[in-house]
């Protein structure tokens, strides 16, 4: 039987660090290069933009299945700061300001469980939906600013702002929690 432990030890530490070299690799190798060659076949109608925005909330998957295997405070936080690392050290195409990003990212999707342990422990729909919807107010504000996205037309920004939470909903929300609710029949884990 497998434990969730909602304590910092050896084991919670090396679940975490999983987690993040394994999404750092799938972001890097895997939803990058799919982002890349959908954003190149949208260049001619203009709205390459929204496809910075179809994806978004496959980059904020680390936090919620690091918060899921070791439910604590800060285990989100950590799991995508670690898959953002790798994702840069490994060749990720935005280069430093991935670990700003993926820090910004994995503590903004805490918010959803925090403060209580409990809903750490729980592991709910509502946590992991609040959750995913502020992981992509955590993406989208910085990105605006970082990438001049204010420049675009208003219908085009909230275009923008709209695929970017259906994303995070379907990838970050939805898909995580089935994910996790897969581990919770295959694993039957207990919490500690």
């Known amino acids: 039987m497998f434990t969730r432990s909602s304590k910092w030890n050896v084991k919670s530490i090396i679940l975490v660090a999983l987690i993040g070299i394994i999404m750092g690799i799938i972001y890097t190798y895997g939803f990058n290069n799919v982002y890349n060659l959908v954003k190149l076949s949208f260049l001619p109608t203009g709205y390459a933009p929204v496809v910075d925005n179809i994806f978004t909330g496959l980059w904020y998957m680390a936090a919620p299945l690091a918060m899921y295997f070791v439910p604590t405070v800060g285990s989100g936080t950590i ?15 935005w280069g430093a300001l991935t670990i700003l990003e993926g820090l910004i990212q994995g503590a903004a999707n805490e918010i959803g469980f925090f403060p209580k342990k409990e809903r750490y422990e729980r592991f709910s729909w509502p946590s992991v939906l609040i959750g995913a919807f502020f992981a992509n107010l955590g993406g989208f504000v910085p990105s605006y600013f970082l990438f001049g996205w204010s420049h675009y037309s208003v219908k085009l920004q909230v275009l923008m702002f709209i695929v970017s939470l259906i994303s995070a909903f379907i990838f970050d929300g939805v898909l995580v929690k089935m994910i ?3 581990f919770d029949k ?7």
């Open 79 to 93: 799991g995508e700061l670690l898959a953002a690392t790798v994702e840069m050290a490994i060749g990720g195409q």
């Open 180 to 182: 996790t609710n897969l």
């Open 186 to 192: 295959t694993l039957k884990p207990r919490t500690k």
